[in-house]
């Protein structure tokens, strides 16, 4: 653990009825099919079959494997609005991937899967640790584990707190994200206030996230930690497209295949 880390553990359950607005906001800064496109690499060398994201959200990410037309996917989140709205834009876009609500971190995830994904999933450093550990249990021989973790950027290491500001319009719902954070080491609080304009009405939104980065000699320590749970990392990447998390991180794609 970092000099400047604590043992510290939380889950952040998303405000009810937010969700897809967020989703909004994704789909402008995040590059889903430049993500999919260097996992697709990687499973095509591994023989990667069947691919379940655990954290899966409103199942944009598992829904464009699907579109490569040679995986099975799968799709787990522990909040049921998700899965909800997952489950419609399945069914709208006749996508046979197989959604469910449960919690990666207690449940039994099946045996013998292939890959699995988890991205941009609101926990702390212990509980991706934790499921990191049911993972393993889950996946094949050989099989690949691909999550998310953020980098401190050393420039903004004197930036104790910013606010900044996402804007964004589709069909008619413009969306306005206020993003005010502080930071005490590397552990951040994210209080963004959404403010929704559709159907002629104005409503608001309050969120909260807690986050923790690592520094670049804290990212070394973390991957033999992860080593010693049963993997060996293969590929780390910087997430395609504009950071979803505040601009002090680095939002790092990791891989590793289950020993």
Same mark, same amino acid.
């Given at each position: 653990?970092? &000099? #400047?880390?604590?043992? &510290?553990?939380?889950? +952040? #359950?998303? @405000? $009810?009825? +937010?969700?897809? *607005?967020?989703?909004?906001?994704?789909?402008? =800064? =995040?590059? *889903?099919?430049?993500?999919?496109?260097?996992l697709h690499k990687i499973y095509q060398e591994n023989g990667v079959k069947t691919v379940l994201d655990l954290g899966c959200g409103t199942g944009t990410l598992i829904m464009k494997f699907e579109? $490569? %037309?040679?995986? #099975?996917?799968?799709?787990?989140d522990r909040s049921e609005e998700s899965i909800e709205i997952a489950k419609k834009i399945a069914?709208?876009?006749?996508?046979?991937? !197989?959604? $469910?609500?449960?919690?990666?971190? #207690?449940?039994?995830?099946?045996?013998?899967?292939?890959?699995?994904?988890?991205?941009?999933?609101p926990f702390s450093r212990i509980s991706q640790i934790k499921l990191l550990k049911n993972a393993h249990k889950a996946l094949k021989k050989g099989g690949i584990i691909s999550f998310m973790i953020l980098q401190d950027l050393?420039?903004?290491?004197?930036?104790?707190? &910013?606010?900044?500001?996402? *804007?964004? %319009?589709?069909?008619?719902t413009k969306v306005a994200r206020i993003e @005010?954070?502080? &930071?005490?080491?590397?552990? =951040?609080?994210?209080? @963004?206030?959404?403010?929704? !304009? !559709?159907? %002629?009405?104005?409503?608001?939104?309050?969120?909260?996230? %807690?986050?923790?980065a690592f520094t670049e000699e804290g990212c070394l320590e973390y991957y033999k930690e992860i080593e010693e749970l049963g993997f060996k990392i293969i590929d780390v990447t910087s997430l395609p497209g504009r950071p979803s998390a505040p601009p002090w991180t680095l939002e790092m794609i990791v891989t590793a295949i289950k020993k």
């Amino acid at each position: 653990m970092e &000099k #400047n880390s604590v043992k &510290k553990d939380w889950l +952040i #359950n998303y @405000p $009810k009825g +937010i969700i897809k *607005y967020n989703d909004i906001l994704r789909h402008k =800064l =995040l590059d *889903y099919d430049e993500i999919v496109e260097m996992l697709h690499k990687i499973y095509q060398e591994n023989g990667v079959k069947t691919v379940l994201d655990l954290g899966c959200g409103t199942g944009t990410l598992i829904m464009k494997f699907e579109e $490569k %037309e040679c995986y #099975n996917c799968f799709g787990i989140d522990r909040s049921e609005e998700s899965i909800e709205i997952a489950k419609k834009i399945a069914a709208d876009k006749k996508s046979l991937v !197989e959604f $469910k609500a449960g919690d990666a971190l #207690n449940m039994s995830c099946g045996k013998d899967i292939d890959a699995i994904i988890s991205m941009f999933v609101p926990f702390s450093r212990i509980s991706q640790i934790k499921l990191l550990k049911n993972a393993h249990k889950a996946l094949k021989k050989g099989g690949i584990i691909s999550f998310m973790i953020l980098q401190d950027l050393k420039d903004n290491l004197e930036n104790d707190s &910013k606010t900044i500001l996402q *804007y964004e %319009e589709v069909e008619g719902t413009k969306v306005a994200r206020i993003e @005010p954070w502080e &930071k005490e080491g590397l552990f =951040l609080e994210w209080n @963004p206030v959404l403010i929704i !304009e !559709e159907d %002629e009405k104005i409503r608001t939104f309050v969120d909260h996230d %807690e986050l923790e980065a690592f520094t670049e000699e804290g990212c070394l320590e973390y991957y033999k930690e992860i080593e010693e749970l049963g993997f060996k990392i293969i590929d780390v990447t910087s997430l395609p497209g504009r950071p979803s998390a505040p601009p002090w991180t680095l939002e790092m794609i990791v891989t590793a295949i289950k020993k």
